[in-house]
């Protein structure tokens, strides 16, 4: 049985380009939570999607950063014109329900802006 | 504000030794409490956790031992390990222990 899978594992990207990082939740989990982490610093939270919906976004920039997770596929985190300070680990989880029940995590996503 | 502090930002034991993480935490409204464990290029890997009703929960070589009173909890490794070697994660959430809120780490560094 398979893990969270996050694809790419390192992604560059030049100021201004789009990336995209996907994340596929393990097999019959249905919830989907994105975490960024800066150098030096724990796992902040983004944004927390179910199939089709997003519940909750509080942790997410403003501008420029998106997500969502179709009905079918991976879910995607997108982030728009990227500057240096995007560069972090981008770590997706998920977990079967959404109540008392840890996460599993991916191995991340580590974005550098150059 | 950081909700969940842990202020040892490394800790270095001797194999066969206890390992005491400590966490600290600001908001009562917190139900759930979970360690996770990681190592570098890896995603953090779920460990053990405690229910805000409970006081100790215990795993194996891992305990978590939880003071509400104090807003503290600690983890327990005994014995320690070599392979413990890692950065742990203290976190705390609401209902849903999907979103939580996550503390800096402390790297253990267990010395054979």
């Known amino acids: 049985n398979a893990g969270v899978m996050q694809n790419p594992r390192h992604l560059v990207r030049r100021r201004g380009q789009e990336a995209r990082l996907r994340c596929s939740p393990m097999?019959?989990?249905?919830?989907v939570y994105w975490y960024r982490q800066l150098p030096e610093e724990g796992l902040k939270f983004m944004v927390y999607?179910?199939?089709?919906?997003?519940?909750?976004e509080s942790g997410m920039p403003k501008e420029r950063f998106s997500a969502e997770f179709p009905k079918e596929g991976p879910s995607i985190l997108r982030i728009q014109q990227v500057v240096r300070g995007d560069s972090a680990a981008y770590f997706c989880?998920?977990?079967?329900?959404?109540?008392?029940?840890?996460?599993?995590f991916g191995q991340g996503t580590r974005l550098t802006v150059v | 504000d950081q909700q969940v502090k842990q202020n040892s930002p490394s800790l270095s034991v001797q194999e066969g030794r206890i390992s005491i993480l400590n966490c600290d935490y600001t908001?009562?409204?917190?139900?759930?409490f979970l360690w996770y464990k990681k190592y570098p290029a890896e995603g953090p890997t779920f460990l053990i956790s405690?229910?805000?009703?409970?006081d100790k929960n215990e795993d194996g070589r891992f305990t978590v031992f939880l003071n509400k009173s104090a807003k503290h909890l600690s983890l327990h490794i005994v014995p320690s390990q070599p392979g413990d070697s890692a950065v742990y994660f203290c976190?705390?959430?609401?209902?849903?222990?999907?979103?939580?809120?996550f503390g800096d780490g402390t790297t253990l560094t267990v010395k054979p």
């Open positions: 989880a998920s977990s079967g329900q959404g109540s008392l029940t840890e996460a599993f």
């Open positions: 097999k019959g989990h249905s919830h």
């Open positions: 999607l179910q199939k089709e919906n997003i519940i909750d």
């Open positions: 908001n009562s409204m917190f139900d759930y």
């Open positions: 405690i229910s805000s009703i409970k």
């Open positions: 976190a705390a959430s609401g209902a849903n222990a999907g979103k939580s809120t």
